[in-house]
């Protein structure tokens, strides 16, 4: 799944693809945010990880959960 990250006062958004389903990112985010967490950590498809201040939250867009095909299939 596709998720883009909007952070105030950042010119760019943070794009990343994650093997997490949208309901397990709502529920991180939303928690996060009720608990008053000073940051969210995201992990990637690669292995990469991901620390986004909760304080400079913009938006934050969840893509669909299906993965893009790619080239020619049967």
Known sequence: MEIRIGIIN??????????????EVRTQVSSALEQNTSHLSFADVKGNSYLVP?????????????????????
Request: hydrophobic share 35%; glycine share 8%.
């Open 10 to 23: 950042t010119g760019r958004e943070l794009s990343f693809e994650t093997a997490s389903s949208a309901d």
């Open 54 to 74: 909760t304080a400079n939250l913009a938006y934050i867009e969840l893509g669909t959960e299906e993965s893009r095909r790619v080239g020619f299939f049967a």
